[in-house]
């Protein structure tokens, strides 16, 4: 799908050292307005303020690439999206987003203004591992005019993707039609379907995986809430025996007054104070 950069400058050598400055200058320009759009495109899809479109859980890649004299023609179009995003999408996505980046590129370089266009697309997809992904892609395409620049590359091609897991359990499965209709609306039916049933598979797994998550948080919430009102128990029937003086042992609960050794022996064993049972059990949780 088209040629590189480098491609067009070799050629330019070729046609003399006016054309090669004049070549080299026109593609600068239009290389760094390239970049720039990329990086807007780039802090558009990162922005989690905008809750209107499908939520991103990670983005995965992100990629910019710079073709000059590009042909729309569908089939080479849909084989070079197969090529290269064939490890993230299955062969009826990789087909379906051919399609529609063929009818966009050729609406783009027809409709150019100022000799330069863009346009921004979306598809949710599910990989051949059976995992959600949303691809966002944006093209920016600048057709040259000058018959010398034509010569040498007759437009030029900017396309910036980013890849990101995608939370499908939201959707309702009416949503998730919606999505796919939209997405590849320039796919017909037969070619819909597929991609549909794959993102309702995804979805299933994602709410699933969802309520494993939740009950295991509500065993691990029950067993802390079971630890705490043990410990509390503890706590106040420690306070409790103290309250009654059953943590000295006195004989009738009051403080022994009479410590002569005359009429007392002291015996360690017997006369050191001793814990209650409820006071031991909650010091063995230490």
């Not at 007054?257 to 006071?279: G, I």
């Amino acid at each position: 799908m088209g040629v590189a950069v480098s491609a067009a400058r070799e050629e330019a050598k070729k046609q003399g050292n006016d054309t090669e400055k004049m070549t080299d200058d026109a593609l600068n320009s239009i290389i760094d307005v390239a970049k720039l759009q990329a990086e807007l495109f780039k802090a558009h899809i990162k922005n989690i303020l905008d809750s209107t479109s499908n939520e991103i859980s990670e983005f995965t890649h992100e990629d910019t690439v710079i073709k000059c004299s590009v042909e729309y023609e569908p089939s080479k179009i849909a084989d070079h999206v197969k090529t290269t995003y064939g490890p993230f999408a299955s062969k009826d996505v990789a087909a379906a987003i051919g399609d529609a980046l063929s009818v966009s590129l050729g609406a783009l370089f027809e409709s150019s203004t100022a000799n330069s266009n863009e346009a921004s697309m979306v598809f949710v997809t599910a990989g051949n591992l059976d995992y959600p992904y949303r691809f966002d892609m944006h093209l920016y395409t600048y057709s040259f005019s000058s018959a010398t620049l034509t010569k040498v590359a007759k437009n030029v091609l900017a396309v910036s993707l980013m890849i990101s897991s995608v939370d499908l359990s939201p959707l309702a499965e009416s949503d998730l039609g919606v999505v796919v209709d939209v997405c590849y609306r320039h796919s017909d039916e037969a070619a819909r379907k597929p991609i549909l049933e794959k993102l309702k598979t995804a979805r299933e797994a994602q709410i699933q995986e969802k309520k494993d998550a939740a009950s295991a948080a509500g065993g691990s919430t029950s067993n802390e809430s079971a630890n705490k009102a043990s410990l509390q128990a503890g706590h106040e029937a420690l306070d409790d025996g103290l309250g009654r003086g059953e943590g000295l042992n006195s004989g009738d609960g009051k403080l022994p007054t009479d410590l002569s050794f005359e009429k007392q022996s002291h015996d360690p064993r017997k006369d050191a104070p001793k814990v209650s049972e409820a006071a031991l059990a909650l010091l063995r949780q230490f």
